[in-house]
């Protein structure tokens, strides 16, 4: 037999499975009818024990508030708010949009988006953010056929996204939530099979002509905090169920990732952005004081804890269009080329990160780690245990902490400290720029301006 604590120990670990589940899926069983009936049951099991076990008081109070949180009650009969539709973030450059304070996408969100025509015409669709690929082509068929021209064409369409680089990828019909899975200057296009090879991108967004841009005329400081506060947003817009699911790829059945995605379309966007800024800066002198300024920024960046921007700003720099730039390079103050230095040596991979994860453990919530390292390590861990030992769940995988060493998984909710920037014209006109930022990100482009800057690198 067992001893007197026995079922209450059971009831306990019972409870602590069920306290946990809820705090992780508290935002996703909202709309989850079906899970819901499960917990409402297991919790009116409980509560009528509850008397028998006073010892159990303290969880079964907070389990009392979460219920209460995730609201499984009846539904009520009041009508649905009219939900807002969002402009998906890149395909529209609209700045009343960009300089608003970023919510989390969720798939059953509605977003416009432009689908491009071969002659780069363009019609815009309202589409769900989890759409198929099915669903977009069936949108902008019922958008084609009011337009005269198209009437007369009845053949299927393909959904086709373009790369600034012309490299092209045709999407399965089957496939769902693409909006946010394309690269930065990635378009999509739809168009007859046969009419695919003849796609060419769109012209380059970003006018390359010589001409100060933002970045030189204001300060390190400002830049870097307005990227700090602006990744925070971005990062707190993330549940930790967004890299189970990236890794896991949807094996729960849904693939909710858009947020994770967009911070990692945002983490290749900096380092594209200072590439691109060091190669349009056509004076040497004014490109070696650039230069400067970036390796500042990633000190800034480090300083605020936002590892995420730092990492971005240190491969830009890395980027082999602006390490090959000799003469830049050899303008650099020796402090600032020590400096960069130790900032290669932190983000170097060599040893499993082990510079940066030292670096990092050593930094107190609220941080922004460098996500992508998450998404290495929960692979690793995914793929180095399989999660059935015999039919059995493999526990040991399930209780290892996400991501052990690679920065916070759960965004702490409290902010950066002292990033209260305030609202005045010139500090809209830097947030806009920062949170925007105009991009090259094909890299034979970036190689091209590197050859007009600086011909030979011997």
């Known amino acids: 037999g067992e001893g007197p604590g026995g079922p209450s120990r059971r009831k306990r670990a019972v409870l602590t499975v069920l306290l946990h589940f809820l705090e992780t899926y508290k935002g996703i069983l909202q709309e989850e009818e079906s899970a819901g009936k499960v917990i409402k049951d297991l919790y009116l099991l409980i509560m009528k024990d509850a008397s028998l076990y006073p010892e159990l008081e303290d969880e079964i109070l907070r389990l009392h508030q979460l219920v209460e949180t995730v609201e499984l009650k009846v539904p009520e009969e009041t009508p649905p708010p009219s939900k807002q539709v969002k402009p998906l973030f890149r395909h529209f450059r609209r700045i009343d949009s960009c300089l608003q304070t970023r919510v989390a996408f969720r798939g059953s969100d509605e977003i416009f988006c432009r689908v491009y025509m071969p002659d780069h015409s363009y019609v815009t669709i309202r589409s769900r953010l989890s759409a198929s690929v099915q669903d977009i082509l069936a949108a ?14 009845e053949e299927a369409l393909a959904l086709v996204a373009v790369a600034s680089s012309g490299e092209k990828a045709v999407l399965q ?9 394309l690269g930065i200057n990635s378009h999509l296009f739809a168009c007859a099979k046969d009419a695919i090879e003849s796609l060419v991108p769109l012209p380059e967004e970003i006018q390359v002509s010589p001409g100060d841009t933002e970045i030189h005329r204001v300060e390190a400081e400002e830049i870097a905090n307005h990227m700090t506060a602006f990744h925070w947003e971005l990062f707190r817009c993330i549940h930790e169920l967004e890299f189970v699911d990236y890794v896991f790829h949807g094996e729960r059945g849904r693939r909710e990732t858009a947020n994770l995605e967009l911070l990692l379309q945002r983490c290749s966007e900096v380092q594209h952005w200072v590439a691109t800024e060091m190669l349009l800066c056509e004076s040497l002198g004014k490109r070696a004081h650039l230069l400067k300024k970036f390796i500042k920024i990633a000190a800034i960046c480090k300083q605020n804890q936002d590892m995420l921007s730092f990492y971005a700003v240190v491969m830009g720099l890395d980027n082999a269009a602006v390490s090959r730039l000799r003469l830049t390079w050899e303008k650099l103050p020796g402090k600032f080329k020590n400096l960069f230095r130790k900032f290669e040596t932190l983000t170097d991979p060599c040893r499993n990160h082990k510079t940066y994860r030292e670096v990092l453990s050593k930094m107190n919530p609220p941080l922004i780690p460098f996500v992508p390292l998450i998404l290495k390590d929960l692979t690793f861990v995914h793929e180095g245990s399989k999660t059935l ?43 806009a720029y920062v949170r925007q930022f105009q991009v090259i990100d094909n890299q034979n482009l970036l190689f091209e301006l590197s050859y007009k800057l600086e011909a030979s690198s011997q």
């Open 173 to 181: 019909p089957s496939e769902e939530c693409v909006f946010t899975t």
């Open 389 to 431: 030992l015999d039919g059995l769940v493999n526990v040991e995988k399930l209780g290892a902490p996400p991501a052990a060493g690679s920065g916070v998984v759960r965004p702490d909710v409290s902010s950066p400290a002292g990033l209260d920037l305030e609202a005045s014209p010139s500090q809209l006109q830097t947030k």
């Open 140 to 153: 902008v068929t019922e958008k084609l056929q009011y337009s005269e021209e198209q009437s007369a064409r």
